[in-house]
């Protein structure tokens, strides 16, 4: 089993979740997170964390929200990991919930 990032961290990106991560497992893009499902161990640590409830165990998704687990598993392969939190984005805010974000997403 693996945790999953969903739709509302893009462009949210606030990064709480990264610091208590204890295997590493955070990888960062431009506007979005990532877990790596080949190192997330389930803790289950992560998921209060994140302060607009984007994460999720990949047996409890959302509907609508499938199509991350996939999403997750193939960028984690490529993007760099993060441990550290860092300044979400300025408008970070204004996205907060809003719809229809996964198109938004930048690779
Ligand atoms: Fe890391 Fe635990 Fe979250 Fe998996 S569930 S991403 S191991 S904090
Ligand atoms: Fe994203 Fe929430 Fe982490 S917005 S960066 S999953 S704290």
Redesign the pocket.
């Known amino acids: 089993m693996?945790?999953v990032v969903t739709e509302n961290c893009i462009k949210c990106k606030y990064t709480d979740?990264v610091e208590?991560?204890?295997?590493d497992?955070?990888h960062e893009g431009p506007n979005f997170l990532v877990?790596d499902p080949d190192?997330?161990?389930?803790?289950?640590?992560?998921?209060p964390e994140c302060p607009v409830e984007a994460?999720f165990s990949e047996e409890e998704l959302p509907n609508g929200q499938e199509q991350f687990k996939q999403i997750n598993a193939e960028l984690a392969k490529s993007w760099p990991v993060i441990t550290e939190k860092k300044p979400a984005p300025p408008d970070a805010k204004e996205w907060e919930g809003k719809p229809d974000k996964a198109k938004l997403l930048e690779k």
Do not use: A, G, K, M
């Not at 208590?20 to 295997?23: A, G, L, R, S, T």
């Open positions: 693996t945790f979740c208590v991560c204890p295997v497992c955070f877990i190192e997330c161990i389930d803790c289950t640590l992560c998921e994460i």
